[in-house]
């Protein structure tokens, strides 16, 4: 059984829309995109431009929905799709739960939203090392031994695998809790190539905003499994999938939980979607039973060979 896994802010890099597959499905998604858009997406992906949330937002979901979409027309159909934060709206599309054009706008919007609440000075960083418990620990005890000024404390945004923390808030608040989660243990505590305080109650307004919008988008129940980036379960319904979309920067994304479920529905075969292999990394270590591939990993169109095969593999054993 094969998961579709797409990677959120954070895994880009320059030029990585002109690294995907050369071939028609991808070509087309992306003059596609350009079309709802009005705009040249292909352009997106320059370092210049990746400086931009909105870009490397609206370029990650192009890149996971030109990688479903070559999968497909190889006849290697997914059974499970799972995004981490943007990367949950090409899942959406994967499972046909919302219309790539839809999906597209409404990633734009989530963007703009996120920059315009927080233009500058806020971002995100990676806590490896440390458990979840530890990190919200050393969080409560900045709060409570500290007068905490507007913007001064963190919050947990995504718990990636039980060592693996994400936090966000603002550029000194999140160099302070590097220095205090490296003292007490943490292995790395690095910042992420992303520029807004993502997935905490900082971003409630933007939430709300973007839930009134994605209230004139049609959803429907979804033709594969959609496993949701707040809760970690299946969802079933087009109206669960809406809300898990509208409200994920606003809530902690538990990434290893999403993870676990496809798992444990039967998942064995794991494919990311480029532009890394973050997401992979992740499952090798916590699933080595399950083939893990990465497609941006492999030269030209060589991946759809590979997974075909990992998936015959599987099916026969």
Not at 88 to 107: I, Q
Not at 199 to 214: G, Q
Not at 267 to 291: C, F, K, M, N, S
């Amino acid at each position: 059984m094969l998961a579709l896994l797409y990677p959120g802010q954070g895994t880009q890099s320059a030029g990585f829309l002109h690294r995907l597959p050369p071939h028609p499905v991808v070509a087309t998604t992306i003059e596609e995109a350009s079309d709802a858009l009005s705009l040249d997406v292909g352009a997106l992906d320059s370092s210049d431009a990746l400086k931009s949330s909105v870009a490397v937002q609206i370029s990650l979901v192009v890149a996971g929905v030109a990688i479903h979409r070559r999968l497909a027309d190889a006849g290697i159909e997914a059974q499970w799709h799972a995004g981490l934060s943007v990367g949950a709206y090409a899942a959406a599309v994967g499972c046909g739960s919302v219309a790539f054009a839809d999906a597209l706008r409404m990633v734009k919007m989530r963007a703009e939203l996120m920059e315009r609440a927080y233009p500058s000075g806020y971002g995100l960083s990676a806590i490896e090392g440390l458990t979840e418990a530890q990190v919200e620990a050393l969080i409560e005890a900045a709060i409570d031994t500290a007068a905490q000024a507007a913007g001064s404390r963190v919050y947990v945004a995504n718990v990636n695998a039980p060592r693996q923390i994400v936090v966000a808030g603002a550029d000194a608040a999140l160099e302070e809790f590097n220095e205090r989660a490296s003292a007490a243990g943490a292995h790395r505590a690095k910042r992420l190539a992303v520029s807004v305080p993502s997935h905490c109650e900082l971003l409630n307004a933007a939430s709300d905003a973007l839930r009134d919008y994605a209230a004139t988008i049609s959803f429907r129940a979804p033709q594969q499994g959609y496993v949701g980036n707040r809760r970690a379960r299946a969802l079933h319904r087009g109206e669960d999938i809406r809300e898990d979309l509208a409200t994920n920067m606003r809530y902690t994304v538990r990434w290893f939980d999403a993870l676990t479920t496809i798992v444990e529905r039967g998942a064995t075969v794991l494919v990311e979607a480029p532009p890394g292999q973050v997401l992979t990394d992740i499952a090798r270590a916590a699933y080595p039973d399950v083939a893990a591939l990465a497609a941006a990993s492999f030269a030209g169109d060589r991946f759809v060979e590979v997974v075909a095969r990992r998936v015959g593999e599987r099916a026969r054993q």
